[in-house]
């Protein structure tokens, strides 16, 4: 049985203040909530959402993660670190680290597994763009990209991982996939899966991400392969956030 995950991504949004009234919030209602709940900082607040979550049961995830243990790598921070600081997750492939940051399918599989054997989850996200999705290659595109995970680690890393499906399209566009689109591409998530392991496929957890609100995410996390949501812009608000939270319940 898949537990529902609800992570919240802040992107580079946030102030100590504002955080803390975010933070206190969640972890006050965390108790009244069924899923698995997790929040994605930028990394110089992880500090303060390690001590304002400590015993809520939410837990903490990066919104990226090196590559590399350690060395000579400015601005980079690496999963040990990211330990030290509470997290148990990490976003990897985020479209806006492939897009903006050149992360290629490569870079992203090492970034799994770095995080991977570091003792991190990390957080697989792909999805397709607009163009991609007109031009009928959605499938393709999504096979092309958990593939380089999957030749990199190997089928049984899955088991300790969870994936995002998050079409382009529809992140921060107030544009939402429709269930049936989502339902359709987790579908062949699993399926891709099932065909090296069915026991792993049949546990993997697959989020769905891109413009959830509280008016859509009941319908969405209602889909058979939907096991909750990797959540942007509405994780901001904590009314919105925790909303969503419970229609994962
Ligand atoms: C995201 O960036 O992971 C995301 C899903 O954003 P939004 O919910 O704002 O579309």
Redesign the pocket.
């Known amino acids: 049985m898949r537990r529902k995950l609800v992570a919240g ?1 802040w ?1 580079m949004h946030g102030t100590l203040q504002k955080n803390a009234v975010l933070l206190s919030r969640i972890a006050a209602e965390a108790p009244r909530l069924n899923c698995e709940v997790a929040v994605c900082p930028p990394y110089p607040y992880l500090g303060q959402a390690q001590l304002a979550l400590a015993g809520s049961g939410v837990a903490l995830g990066a919104q990226s993660v090196s590559e590399h243990a350690s060395g000579a790598f400015t601005g980079e921070i690496s999963a040990a670190m990211l330990l030290e600081f509470g997290c148990h997750y990490a976003l990897v492939g ?1 479209s ?1 680290r492939r897009a903006l940051f050149g992360e290629t399918d490569y870079v992203v599989a090492a970034k799994f597994e770095a995080a991977q054997m570091a003792g991190l989850v990390p957080v697989l996200c792909v999805g397709e763009t607009l163009q991609e999705r007109e031009a009928g290659s959605t499938i393709s595109v999504i096979t092309r990209q958990l593939s380089a995970v999957l030749e990199r680690v190997g089928v049984q890393a899955l088991a300790k991982a969870v994936v995002a499906y ?1 079409p382009v399209w ?3 566009t107030g544009v939402t996939a429709s269930p049936a689109q989502a339902q359709d591409v987790h579908e062949a998530i699993r399926a891709q899966v099932a065909a090296l392991d069915i026991g792993v496929a049949s546990e993997l957890r697959i989020l769905y ?4 609100k509280p008016e859509n995410a009941k319908q969405l996390f209602g889909q058979r392969d939907i096991d909750g949501g ?5 994780a901001l608000m904590a009314d919105d956030f925790l909303t969503i939270c419970l229609a994962a319940n």
């Open positions: 991504n992107k985020h806006e998050e529809a992140i921060g991400g891109g413009s959830v990797l959540i942007g812009g509405a």
